[in-house]
């Protein structure tokens, strides 16, 4: 539509008190803005690999501490590590600096920037 029928229309409605339909194609988005949008509310915008988080873990904590506690979920730069009992999670929070520092020289610094332990 030429601009000046544009023009036509938009002055004839105003001057008849006619409201306009608005474009029906206003509020069209694309599947990606939602599916990028819930993976970052998700903490899971980076595609972190779970299987990469498991070997590192493993890695660092060493075979013993592995086979008692390992990573649930990592969201928003938390890890969250199983424990199997009280005994284990005490002895890893005496250890949480080196860990933490060891996850964050193996995975990078934004990665993980705090360890929580849940025991079950």
Known sequence: MPESLKIRAKVLSEWRGVWERPDPRRNLHTPKEYVES?????????????????????????????????????????????????????????????LLRNLQRDLGKNVVRQIRFKIG
Do not use: C
């Not at 008692?68 to 284990?88: C, D, N, W, Y």
């Open 38 to 98: 819930l993976l970052k509310n998700a903490g899971i915008d980076q595609g972190f690999d779970q299987q990469k988080l498991e070997s590192v873990w493993q890695s660092v904590a060493g075979e013993f501490v592995a086979k008692h506690a390992r990573p649930e979920s990592l969201k928003h730069g938390i890890l969250v590590l199983h424990v199997v009992q009280p005994t284990m999670r005490f002895e890893l929070q005496q250890q949480s600096g080196r």
